[in-house]
């Protein structure tokens, strides 16, 4: 089977345990780059097996991880994916169509979240989309949660889905859902941003109520319950960790 005409690039930290089957899944790319944070648990010699391009981009944020890459992709066209996204056939036939005759400045990918086998239909988890497929004249801005694309005026949209499986068990969501905290507050103190009886008290709360109630948790059973409990407490921990950001600068 023909290769795609595309670079795909997947940031990497301690991603032993899933890499390799990522790469398998990505036999039809022309080539593929791993930029890779810093492991220490044999992540870049797996990819290095699997005939993947490794660059040592340690000590900087994902977005950054991305970029190294893309700079130094040969194909016109990046997919930007991570380790535990795949691709399916569907998607796999959409993008050869793409690829060939690009009639957009990039496209738009939705994510099929799935959380310890359950797929998510309700909420966020169901309108998860993301620039994904892109020219590699394009960055992504570099901050240290969520990093996006910079901003690209009327993307297209692919109709087939990636399919996303953020979190191996439920312990290494809530080990996730802190690092992402801290980082987010480091962002926000970095902007000059403190955190207030409001942000501690009433926003986790608010959360809570939006994904369990209005976005509708509540019809997923017990996994919209906990994911809508885990994403509250990742809220709470984002501004007690900027509280406690500001207050140790003061103390000092």
């Known amino acids: 089977m023909p290769?795609?005409?595309?670079?795909?690039?997947?940031?990497?930290?301690?991603?032993?345990?899933q890499i390799g089957d990522a790469l398998?899944?990505?036999a039809w790319a022309d080539e593929v780059i791993i930029a890779d944070g810093g492991s220490n648990d044999g992540t870049p010699?797996?990819?290095r097996d699997r005939g993947a391009v490794v660059?040592?981009?340690?000590g900087t944020t994902i977005a950054a991880q991305r970029n190294a890459a893309i700079a130094t992709a040969r194909n016109a066209w990046i997919l930007a994916l991570d380790a535990d996204e795949r691709v399916p056939d569907a998607l796999r036939t959409e993008l050869a169509t793409v690829l060939a005759a690009p009639r957009a400045p990039a496209y738009?990918?939705?994510?099929?979240?799935?959380y310890l086998g359950h797929a998510r239909r309700r909420g966020e988890w169901s309108r998860?989309?993301?620039?994904?497929?892109?020219?590699?004249?394009?960055?992504?801005?570099e901050d240290r949660v969520h990093e996006r694309l910079e901003p690209v005026p009327n993307p297209g949209v692919l109709r087939s889905p990636m399919v996303h499986v953020p979190f191996r068990d439920f312990a290494h969501h809530v080990d996730k859902v802190a690092r992402y905290a801290r980082w987010a507050a480091e962002d926000l103190y970095a902007r000059g941003r403190r955190a207030s009886v409001l942000d501690l008290c009433v926003r986790p709360a608010w959360r809570f109520v939006r994904d369990y109630l209005v976005q509708?948790?509540?019809?997923?059973?017990?996994?919209?319950?906990?994911?809508?409990?885990?994403?509250?407490?990742?809220?709470?921990?984002?501004y007690a960790f900027l509280w406690e950001l500001a207050d140790r600068t003061d103390a000092a």
């Open 45 to 47: 010699a797996i990819a």
């Open 3 to 17: 290769k795609l005409p595309v670079t795909v690039v997947i940031p990497t930290l301690n991603e032993a345990a």
């Open 24 to 26: 398998d899944a990505l």
């Open 108 to 114: 738009r990918i939705r994510r099929q979240n799935v």
């Open 128 to 141: 998860d989309w993301q620039v994904r497929l892109f020219p590699r004249e394009r960055r992504f801005v």
């Open 55 to 58: 660059l040592e981009v340690p």
């Open 216 to 238: 509708g948790g509540c019809l997923e059973g017990r996994v919209g319950f906990i994911t809508s409990v885990v994403h509250a407490y990742a809220g709470f921990l984002k």
